[in-house]
């Protein structure tokens, strides 16, 4: 239920930031003060998003219990995106007393997917499974009987989604402050529920802001590589645009 309450709360700080946000933009269109009539007059407004909260607590809700379940790793074996996104950051996974305030919790990962799923939304997220479930067909045949996932990460159509994803992805940041402010509370709001014998590192532990962004570089480590060559710079600019490779160098300076 504390996770089902956190999920809520995210959800629930998110709108009222919203319905600040538009007070402030009508104040300051007005010389910075607001009427009593100006705010009868947004009451429509707030009435329309009010109601559309219940429905995204009702799509919350069932969004985390999915995001559970493809948090678990079995799972992945048969969402080969998922596991694909996953493996970019994995490493950086942290348990038990090696625990610190700014490093990374597979507790995040729940969040992580919710997160994903609002970015890319389920329509492109299946349309990468589809792919990737053709690459682990064709790699187990491949191997007559001998898988390995390595094999899967480091097939060219993978290596092409997962950049796709990382450009898609990054250029959610274009306002840096307010999206990594949406989901960090995201991710500690869907929290994995913990066993009562816990480390207590565990337990206690939520995302910050450091910890944010070395999940952000690991996260959107091919897409960084690739910035950071002159044939991956024109391979991006060729296919996405320059406006587009010049947003994703200020998007990543956030993360230095």
Known sequence: MSTAKG???????????????????????????????????????FDRQTQALSGALERSFGAYVKAQERSNFDQQRHSPFDRLMVKKFSGLFKDGDHLGPDDLCRRMLPGFFVDL???????????????LRAVVKRVKDDGQGVFN?????????????ALNAEVEIAQHFDEYDKRSEWFINMINGHLTAVEADAHPKVRDWEISTEGFKAFMRGWLSDLRQQLDSDSGKMAITKKYGAETCADLFDIYAHLE
């Open 117 to 131: 799923g609002m970015m890319l939304g389920p329509d492109v997220i299946e349309e990468y499974q589809e792919k």
């Open 149 to 161: 996932w390595e094999f899967v990460y480091k097939d060219k159509t993978a290596i092409g989604i």
């Open 7 to 45: 999920a809520s709360d995210a959800l629930a700080t998110t709108m009222v930031q919203g319905f600040v946000e538009q007070m402030k933009a009508a104040a300051k269109a007005k010389g910075g003060h607001l009427t009593v009539q100006d705010m009868e007059d947004m009451q429509a407004e």
